[in-house]
């Protein structure tokens, strides 16, 4: 579009020039009062265009130049007037030259005087020096001056507009690309930040069972084939949760396993590993949603994955149920050692379930204490509208 603008315009100009000139010639011969005027109304639009071709179409591009065809433009003006007043037509295009031809608002203003005194001193020329001539030149100067001066400064303003508007535009779009890159480098972190918690809730609980059982049969002389079963079984469940994280999407009864019996796959595994006694109790009728069912079973995993770890518990406790009516609590209980949840390690233990919870609108309460057990209580909604979390296999 811009290419297609330098390309019309000095046609344009040059239509617009040479169709003054005509219509100035025409009227030279209707009003021309004798030879003299002839001559001098003739020079005038002879310079006109001239000092068009000459001077102005090169420099159209560069007002560097404009001042000498301005000032060719204000003398052909002066001698056209001076032929006939009516030829005083030409301010329609000799002010628009003073204004596009000029490399700043203040010399534009200057321009537009200089043509204004060669309008003036022909006026003088052709209608004398009469009291109603000078008021009759006055008040035409005055009017056509002021009206161009107007017109020019309202369209510097607009084009002073329409510039910062463009600056804005384009320190508005740099600004969009800006925070399109800041979303898109959050989305990279956030999804790193999921991945661990989903490798550090599942992966890692299986491997860390593989560990112990794998402690486990070398204390034995000949390892039973109960515990390479467990082995074995673990070592699925590990392949299970790494297919299912690149699976992208999986639902949670995508084996016909619904969330109660995930849970208690969850329990009797946790219970054959360790030896510890695990109780389970849910809702009758509990009913959540598939991504919240997948945060409670993330929960539980970890809690588990915690107390295998951590606690040295003998019984552990799991309770899901309906609380205030539309969220949903889960207890985990045990009796081991306990600790002091002021001065937990970091880790993606429990920072990793607090994450989790806050992305759903959940909150985690650990009670604890050195010998006295510990209570964690992980509490969200029972639909999540919005799903924070991606959905994914969670059975074991």
């Not at 035409?140 to 017109?151: E, Q, R």
């Not at 467990?230 to 994280?245: H, S, V, Y």
């Not at 639902?251 to 389970?280: K, M």
């Amino acid at each position: 579009m811009a290419m297609s603008a330098r390309v019309t315009a000095p046609r344009v100009w040059s239509v617009a020039v040479l169709g003054m000139a005509t219509l100035l010639g025409v009227l030279l011969i209707i009003t021309g009062r004798d030879a003299v005027d002839a001559v001098l109304g003739g020079a005038g639009i002879a310079l006109l265009v001239a000092a068009w071709f000459g001077l102005g179409l090169p420099r159209l591009d560069d007002p560097r130049g404009a001042p000498a065809f301005v000032g060719a433009v204000a003398v052909a003006v002066t001698l056209m007037v001076a032929a006939s007043p009516t030829l005083a037509i030409v301010q329609g295009i000799a002010y628009p030259i003073a204004w596009v031809f000029c490399s700043s608002i203040a010399r534009a203003v200057v321009q537009n005087i200089v043509i204004a005194a060669g309008v003036t001193i022909g006026f003088l020329v052709s209608l004398g020096t009469t009291p109603g001539a000078l008021l009759q030149t006055a008040f035409t100067m005055v009017i056509s001056l002021g009206f161009s001066l107007a017109m020019g400064f309202w369209i510097a303003h607009m084009t002073a507009l329409g510039e910062e508007r463009g600056r804005l535009l384009a320190e508005l779009q740099g600004a969009q690309e800006q925070i399109a890159a800041l979303n898109r480098d959050a989305g990279a972190t956030a999804e790193r930040e999921r991945l661990a918690r989903e490798l550090h809730d599942t992966i890692a609980q299986d491997l860390t069972g593989l560990v112990m059982l794998a402690q486990r049969a070398r204390r034995e002389a000949v390892a039973p084939d109960a515990t390479l079963a467990m082995i074995e079984e673990g070592a699925r469940a590990a392949l299970g949760e790494t297919r299912a994280l690149v699976a992208a999407g999986a639902a949670l009864d995508a084996d016909g396993i619904g969330f109660d019996s995930a849970l208690q796959r969850l329990a009797e595994r946790f219970a054959r590993e360790t030896g510890v006694h695990v109780s389970l109790a849910t809702d009758d009728g509990l009913t959540l949603s598939r991504d919240a069912e997948v945060v409670v079973l993330r929960c539980a995993q970890e809690a588990l994955g915690n107390a295998r770890k951590h606690a040295r518990a003998t019984r552990i406790g799991l309770t899901v149920a309906l609380h205030d009516a539309d969220r949903v609590r889960l207890t985990v209980t045990d009796d081991g050692i306990g600790f002091d949840p002021a001065h937990a390690p970091d880790g993606f233990g429990l920072s990793g379930m607090t994450e989790r919870l806050a992305l759903v609108g959940g909150t985690l309460t650990v009670t604890s204490a050195p010998g006295a057990g510990t209570v964690l209580v992980a509490e969200l909604p029972a639909s999540i509208p919005n799903p924070a979390l991606p959905t994914r296999e969670a059975t074991r």
